[in-house]
């Protein structure tokens, strides 16, 4: 019996197959790593709901700064993740990530609600760490796997999926909006199932799959990239006129639905691209492939076989072993082979990057946590202060994406380092946090731009070069490991300078007019004071690391000046198609060329 046709001569079998061949595909794994990244970023909006906390609770300053710190850290703190995703699949590290993340966010929902009886602090600080934590498994889980079956195109695939992470908050503002009207405590609740749901949707398509060289693969990444642009240029025109106008719930329910199919129209061209491999002349390719592969064999000849070596037994080889992995922790390979985690940990090179992204990111986020409380203390109204975290995560976007296309186009034509980009993005957030230091009226706008696309951009710069420096084997654990300098960095400038100063500046201007502080009531400060001085420091902080980063651009000038993706194309044309051929037939077959 034939299979009946459809479409004017696609049968259901072919389609069949073909459904299958796309949802299998490395691109419609890419496509679900951007949709689970979109909904990871609700670190990124803390300065819309975390009045709603302080209020609620009636904490001063440095408790919410606290709070805001654990938030940092579970979002850093990724080493666990790594471990796990070292040992096992990809959908591992997200199915614990979305458990984690509707836990953590509903407690805090709950508590903020009153649903439950006011919970301690370090409870808060629990839940919090909790839920954030969750974006670190779905960093390791979908963009560890994106780079790994896409390594030559590392920057630009850790810029554009840390770009959509960037555009989270904003998304999940209209989403809010939509749903939930100007609630923002149920804002929380959101932040709480939306992910986890994301993720347990496409927890089968995210996996390692063997990498197959296509020539236009990065006009691919280029065309979602432009549907990028366009989401973010939507996202700008909507967040401008909701700012001046008064946008009803009919109204963001139509933006929202905008967004959703901006969001959605990649993964026509992933279709279009999926179905021209489909229907590729796959057999003659395999005939090809296999008529190479025994003219390269045909070639091998025995001399060029290495003599076999003596075993060893089992105690001498386990001996030989521990003693080696030892004494290699202070020997590492050269810069780009595939380093140990203790080698990568103990190395200069960690140490340096270490120091500069405590410095660079923890007073991006610093800023960004206390964009809230800054706005208020400086006047502006709520809807401006939503406004500024949409900015920050529009801007964000931009700048993860520039980062990525523009350092790997920069790297690939000129050889111009990374770590001297990284550099420059440093110093370019200095102005930012001097405009808040200062005051200058409506100066805000322009900060949460230029601190926004300075954070956005240091993170795909810091996970392309330890990809580069430190290879791509233990690349899950030490991705993480950069990763958790973040709060580290966050924790001395956000809760041991800003909360310090912001409550001692508070508590000044209370004694000032004849009040004190009541147990359990919100402490406030208003005006230029209450963060000057905490800018101030994250500023000489940040041009700290700025200066301590140009000693691992000087460390790195002679590996960048090389070609650091030779092995990588190498490996791809032993393996390509999915065929792995035994790298003494190649060197055999290029020296009888």
């Not at 509903?106 to 649903?115: F, N, R």
């Not at 923890?362 to 409380?373: K, V, Y």
């Not at 930012?432 to 601190?451: C, D, K, Q, R, T």
């Not at 950069?482 to 508590?507: C, Q, R, S, W």
């Amino acid at each position: 019996m034939v299979a009946p046709k459809l479409n004017g001569g696609i049968g259901v079998t072919e389609m069949r197959s073909f459904v299958l061949h796309v949802l299998r595909g490395r691109w419609f794994m890419a496509f679900g790593c951007i949709l689970i990244l979109t909904t990871a970023g609700a670190s990124y909006i803390f300065g819309i709901y975390s009045s709603d906390i302080k209020t609620s609770m009636g904490y001063d300053q440095t408790t919410l700064n606290l709070i805001s710190f654990y938030k940092d850290l579970g979002g850093n703190l990724g080493i666990t993740s790594g471990l796990i995703n070292e040992v096992t699949p990809p959908w591992v590290a997200l199915s614990v990530g979305g458990v984690m993340n509707f836990f953590g966010f509903l407690m805090i929902w709950l508590a903020v609600t009153a649903k439950i009886p006011k919970p301690h602090v370090w409870q808060m600080c629990l839940y919090m760490a909790i839920g954030s934590n969750a974006g670190a498994f779905a960093n390791t889980g979908a963009l560890i796997t994106c780079v790994k079956n896409f390594p030559e195109s590392r920057g630009i695939v850790l810029g554009l999926l840390k770009g959509f992470v960037g555009l989270s908050g904003a998304i999940f503002t209209q989403i809010y909006h939509s749903i939930y009207g100007n609630d923002s405590k149920s804002l929380i609740l959101l932040i709480g199932w939306l992910p986890a749901a994301v993720s347990f949707i496409f927890l089968r398509a995210i996996r390692i799959l063997k990498v197959i060289r296509q020539a236009d693969e990065l006009n691919i990444f280029y065309k979602i990239f432009y549907i990028s642009l366009g989401l973010a240029g939507f996202l700008m025109v909507i967040i401008i006129l909701q700012n001046r106008l008064t946008y009803t719930r009919p109204e963001y329910d139509v933006s929202t639905s905008i967004v959703i199919a901006l969001l959605f129209l990649p993964l026509l061209v992933i279709i279009r691209e999926e179905l021209r491999l489909w229907k590729s002349p796959k057999q003659s390719l395999v005939g090809n492939k296999l008529t190479q592969l025994e003219v390269i064999v045909e070639n091998l000849e025995i001399t060029d076989l290495e003599p076999p070596q003596p075993l060893s037994t089992g105690a001498q080889a386990s001996t030989r072993k521990s003693d080696a992995c030892l004494e290699n922790i202070f020997k590492p390979p050269e810069r780009g082979e595939d380093y140990t985690v203790l080698q990568a940990l103990f190395s200069i090179d960690m140490l340096i990057l270490f120091i500069t992204t405590c410095c660079g990111i923890g007073g991006t986020f610093t800023a960004i946590d206390n964009l809230g409380q800054i706005g208020k203390s400086l006047g502006y109204k709520k809807k401006n202060i939503a406004t500024f975290v949409s900015l920050v995560s529009i801007w964000n976007y931009l700048g993860r994406v520039t980062a990525g296309f523009t350092s790997e186009f920069l790297l690939t034509k000129y050889k111009f380092p990374r770590p001297l980009m990284l550099t420059l993005v440093m110093l370019f957030s200095c102005v930012g946090h001097l405009l808040i230091a200062f005051g200058v009226p409506n100066s805000l706008y322009f900060a949460s731009v230029i601190i926004g696309f300075c954070l956005g951009a240091q993170w795909p710069m810091l996970f392309a070069i330890i990809s580069e420096i430190f290879g791509l084997k233990y690349y899950s654990t030490l991705f993480n490991v950069g990763t958790f300098a973040g709060p580290v960095g966050t924790y001395i400038l956000n809760v041991k300078v800003a909360g310090h100063l912001y409550d001692a500046e508070a508590m000044k201007q209370m004694k000032a007019i004849g009040l004190s502080r009541q147990p359990g009531e919100e402490l406030t400060c208003n005006g230029v004071n209450c963060y000057e001085a905490s800018f101030l420091v994250i500023t000489a902080a940040t041009l700290f690391g700025s200066l301590v980063s140009v000693i691992l651009v000087l460390r790195t000038r002679q590996f960048y000046s090389g070609d650091i993706y030779k092995r990588f194309r190498e490996a791809a044309s032993v393996g390509d198609a999915g065929y792995s051929v035994p790298a003494t037939s190649v060197r055999t077959n290029a020296v009888n060329k």
